[in-house]
């Protein structure tokens, strides 16, 4: 897999989430068709270097293999998905590793933007450098309508030093532009290992500071800023983890 280059975190750039619905016991075969002969086609045709690619060993329409890319803007990612789809040398990679039937059944897409939370996540754990090891979790979170400042405000100030102090680290916090939820949050955490977030949960649960705000908003909304969410957890590729802060330096 080629180096990644840092990213410069900025309005303009798009973050794209992928989760492939793959086929019963197709995991393997998406995994190593990832791994060994996708990096070149895609380089190819402009292609960012994976941000991370995962396998979920827990959540909703399993088997899920999951991936990010980021991109300077829209129009470079049509660009490069029209020259791929149109490269005989990519339908020849499809046809060869699908076998008799499809390996990936269906997809969900999000693109998203960096949020101010990701950035205070980012000075949060600014000791971490390197690629995340561990049990990672992605969290897609409903945000109450016309609440999208306040969401960042709530994160920043209680909600990541909360989780930071349960043990876990957040990798990113992203606005979702279209597709899954809107409005809505993807929320990517690492923890050292499943006993780690079983504890953390608890521990963040019972967090005065964190009750205080649930009940301030329930309060003032009979509901929450940052609402229900869907989890995955996440097993990180040896060949693709992603970096501490999803190397974004800004």
């Given at each position: ?76 990612r049509a660009h490069a998905f029209a020259a791929l789809y149109g490269d005989a040398e990519w339908m020849k990679i499809r046809t060869e590793t699908n076998g008799p039937r499809e390996t990936v059944l269906s997809y969900d897409i ?125 097993e990180p590729t040896a060949f693709c983890p992603p970096q501490y802060g999803f190397g974004i330096t800004a």
């Amino acid at each position: 897999m080629p180096a990644r280059a840092a990213i410069r975190g900025n309005v303009g750039m798009l973050y794209e989430l992928r989760m492939y619905h793959v086929a019963p016991g197709r995991m393997d075969d998406v995994a190593a068709r990832m791994r060994d002969l996708v990096p070149a086609v895609f380089a190819k045709h402009g292609f960012p270097v994976p941000l991370g690619q995962w396998r979920a060993t827990a959540g909703s329409k399993l088997p899920l293999y999951v991936w990010m890319l980021a991109w300077p803007d829209s129009q470079t990612r049509a660009h490069a998905f029209a020259a791929l789809y149109g490269d005989a040398e990519w339908m020849k990679i499809r046809t060869e590793t699908n076998g008799p039937r499809e390996t990936v059944l269906s997809y969900d897409i999000a693109f998203m933007h960096d949020t101010p939370a990701g950035h205070a996540a980012r000075r949060l754990h600014a000791d971490r450098a390197g690629p995340a090891a561990g049990l990672h979790e992605l969290r897609l979170h409903q945000i109450y309508p016309g609440r999208l400042v306040q969401a960042n405000t709530t994160l920043t100030e209680t909600d990541l030093p909360a989780w930071k102090r349960a043990g876990a680290t957040t990798l990113g916090v992203f606005e979702v532009q279209s597709g899954l939820v809107t409005p809505g949050f993807v929320h990517v955490l690492a923890w050292d290992d499943f006993e780690a977030r079983r504890k953390g949960l608890t521990e963040y649960e019972a967090n005065p500071t964190v009750r205080r705000a649930r009940e301030a908003e329930a309060a003032e909304l009979k509901t929450h800023v940052v609402g229900r969410h869907d989890t995955w957890l996440l097993e990180p590729t040896a060949f693709c983890p992603p970096q501490y802060g999803f190397g974004i330096t800004a």
